[in-house]
């Protein structure tokens, strides 16, 4: 898939787009995001490490993870480049506490 197309379906869908960029062998301990995110691997490798499984994507492969579901993430020798959008959950509902 093309940058631009992908840029313009998470747009599309509501994320803020941004490039990322990981150092060769960057490592992330387990974690979790506010927010839902989908990624496009444009170069190097990442592997997420998912409920005990581990996940590699490279050049072309696209990601994605629901907000709160916790992952590790690991960076191949070459580094990591992507393509990510990051969707914020929706606002809950307010609570009117004027008394009216």
Do not use: C, W
């Amino acid at each position: 898939m093309k940058d631009a197309h992908f840029e313009f379906a998470l747009r599309r869908d509501g994320f803020d787009v941004h490039r990322n960029t990981m150092p060769p062998g960057a490592m992330v301990s387990e974690h979790a995001h506010p927010f839902d995110v989908r990624a496009l691997v444009l170069n190097g490798e990442i592997t997420l490490t998912v409920e005990g499984i581990e996940y590699a994507y490279r050049e072309g492969d696209i990601f994605v993870l629901p907000a709160g579901h916790r992952h590790a993430e690991a960076v191949g020798p070459a580094g990591v480049d992507y393509l990510v959008g990051r969707r914020p959950l929706p606002a809950g509902p307010t609570i009117d506490q004027s008394g009216a």
